[in-house]
């Protein structure tokens, strides 16, 4: 069928936006190729730091032993709780509004670790709405306590409990 005048241009311009395209997949699997290889070889310098965690095994036990000091550290919403699984709360550090109090939670579990030099493990439990900065830091509080040496003039580091296990605080 042969157009005249306005209908064989309209036809002809209407062919100009129905250009057909191929995708050419030889130079997409080269680019594929070579982002694999890039991967590869960069992928071994990423260095990630990983701290190991003692998690509750679930096996019970079936001999009966005298209770030991337990070190539970819970952080709610409310405030820190310092206790011990067998005795229960020993200390409560309220929040305040400015967050957690941390060095109060560093200084109580300082005369924790003096009362039991040879306990290295502890246990923090945390509420599901805790932040997960709140709870790095209170590890690292745990774990090691820093103290300001003036006649030095440097930070002094001791180990509290360097041996954590995580878990869910009871509700």
Known sequence: MKFMGRAARMA????RGKAEGEI???????MMTILVFFL??????????VLQLNLPSTQSQS???PPTFELEITVRESGIEIGDRSTGLMSRIEK??????LEEL???LTRVKEQFPTKDDATVLVEPEISYDV?????????????WDADLNRVNRNDLFPEISIGDAPL
């Open 12 to 15: 002809r311009h209407h062919k």
């Open 24 to 30: 050419n997949l030889v130079s997409m699997i080269d």
């Open 40 to 49: 590869l070889v960069h992928g071994g310098f990423i260095r990630l730091a």
């Open 63 to 65: 001999s009966i032993e």
């Open 96 to 101: 305040t509004d400015t967050g957690y109090n």
């Open 106 to 108: 560093t200084a109580y």
């Open 135 to 147: 709870v790095i830091a209170v590890m690292d509080r745990v774990r090691v306590a820093e103290e």
